[in-house]
């Protein structure tokens, strides 16, 4: 059923977005300790079972990403039982103004509750962009980076270049 979710939500994406898109060359998904700061890009994924009632437990699953519809292969995340933040880093300075960063996070239980958020911070404006699911089993979130230039944090450098 997660299975299912998951990718009836990137196909819908993929057709909206078109299948021309490609890739930016050496998106990757970093640990980090929380949102971040500004110019960064940053995923958070949280699975939770139980009730408020009963207390919420932490519980594991996967995170995928995708730029423009189409799966960003070297980041898919397997995601421990506690709420876990990544940030987006490229390996290369490319530009990312006009595209589209999609986040499916899916529960080893179909049962769970997830959550997931995407969380833009500007160089100029403290939130750039924002969005946050949740879901049964499944959650899905997107952003389209609509102003620019905007540039990722490099591996290398850990800085980023947003005008």
Wanted: charged share 20%; glycine share 10%; net charge negative.
């Amino acid at each position: 059923m997660v299975k299912k979710i998951t990718l009836v939500a990137a196909a819908s994406v993929a057709l909206l977005t078109g299948c021309s898109a490609e890739v930016v060359p050496g998106l990757s998904l970093n640990s980090a300790p929380d949102y971040g700061n500004r110019g960064d890009i940053t995923v958070s994924a949280e699975i939770l079972n139980g009730s408020e009632h009963n207390g919420y437990k932490a519980q594991t699953g996967k995170l995928r990403i995708f730029q423009d519809g189409q799966e960003i292969n070297s980041a898919e995340q397997s995601l421990e039982a506690k709420t876990n933040y990544y940030r987006l880093t490229s390996t290369d300075n490319h530009e990312l103004a006009g595209k589209v960063i999609q986040v499916a996070v899916y529960a080893d239980n179909p049962n769970d509750v997830v959550k997931c958020g995407i969380k833009v911070t500007g160089e100029e404006e403290p939130v750039h962009h924002v969005e946050q699911a949740e879901g049964k089993g499944a959650a899905y979130c997107q952003v389209k980076l609509s102003s620019g230039p905007f540039q990722l944090h490099t591996e290398e450098s850990g800085q980023s270049e947003h005008h």
